[in-house]
């Protein structure tokens, strides 16, 4: 499975940036998806999960209320969208893929990453 990361950007804060994932090859190997984002001089920290049928999500508090992560299986495609953005969302954001459908923030049981994009959010 690989998987392509892109709409990233440079926003004001206040702005918004919709972030795509489309996977390909053997995509049916497939459960949950993440993102997650990494500052410089930082660890990479969970953002959003969502199941396969797209059903449940999770984020991690910082992102709640402006946030979004939703899933196309039809376009083996994930969405962030991403509202009110403030300076601190600043990072590279990295999509991943797990083999299962139990949703969870730990990045080690993530399987397939993508390359990540970049985001900049200016104040």
């Known amino acids: 499975v690989q998987l392509q990361a892109s709409g990233g950007g440079s926003v004001q804060a206040g702005g918004s940036l919709r972030l795509y994932c489309t996977a390909s090859?053997?995509?049916?190997?497939?459960?949950?998806m993440g993102w997650f984002r990494q500052s410089p001089g930082k660890e990479r920290e969970f953002v959003a999960t969502?199941?396969?049928?797209?059903?449940?999500?999770m984020y991690t508090d910082s992102v709640k209320g402006r946030f979004t992560i939703s899933r196309d299986n039809a376009k083996n495609t994930v969405y962030l969208q991403m509202n009110s953005l403030k300076p601190e969302d600043t990072a590279i954001y990295y999509c991943?893929?797990?083999?299962?459908?139990?949703?969870?923030?730990?990045?080690?049981?993530?399987?397939?990453w993508g390359r990540g994009t970049q985001v900049t959010v200016s104040s």
């Open positions: 991943a893929g797990a083999p299962t459908s139990i949703l969870t923030i730990h990045a080690e049981r993530y399987r397939y």
């Open positions: 090859g053997r995509t049916f190997g497939l459960g949950a």
């Open positions: 969502i199941s396969w049928s797209g059903g449940s999500t």
